[in-house]
């Protein structure tokens, strides 16, 4: 099973005044939160090739005070497995979702390096909006060491 689900690319990855920001998009939260996942992997790892890698699973389970608090805390947790497990996190299984909790289990590969070293990320733009298209949408910052 791939981790994208058979999704297009809900995420972009661009620059703006030199400071790199990724753009993710879902029709729902969950989903939002899945997309972020993806555009964090593909930044931190952007030529990560799946095959032969050995699979890496870990159980997250964060707490945040709202939405937006919920999704930078999950992706500097991500980035914190990530580092752990030599491992490149792009897929979840989701146990329990609500807007001040996410547990899931992290599906990832094992990698030999990072590309780049994040130690977190800040939301931009007062963090997670409603589009008009009612999708759901955050942009974000890593926080480069």
């Known amino acids: 099973r791939s981790a994208s689900n ?3 690319q809900n995420y972009d990855i661009f620059d703006r005044g030199g ?3 990724v753009r993710s998009w879902g029709s729902s939260e969950r ?3 899945q997309n972020a996942l993806l555009g964090l992997a593909a930044l931190v790892r952007p030529d990560v090739a799946p095959e032969g890698r050995k699979t890496v699973r870990v159980r997250a389970h964060v707490c945040g005070t709202n939405l937006s ?3 930078e805390i999950f ?4 980035i914190f497995e990530n580092e752990m497990h030599d491992a490149i996190f792009s897929g979840m299984d989701v146990i329990h979702f609500s807007d001040k ?3 899931c289990e992290l599906i990832g590969k094992q990698i030999n390096h990072t590309e780049e070293e994040i130690h977190g990320v800040a939301l931009t733009a007062g963090g997670i909006r409603r589009a008009k298209s009612h ?3 955050v942009e974000f910052v890593p926080e480069f060491l």
């Open 101 to 103: 909790e996410i547990e």
């Open 75 to 78: 992706l500097d947790h991500v």
């Open 6 to 8: 058979g999704m297009k």
């Open 69 to 71: 608090d919920l999704l």
């Open 31 to 33: 989903e939002l939160f």
């Open 19 to 21: 400071i790199t920001h």
């Open 135 to 137: 999708q759901w949408e």
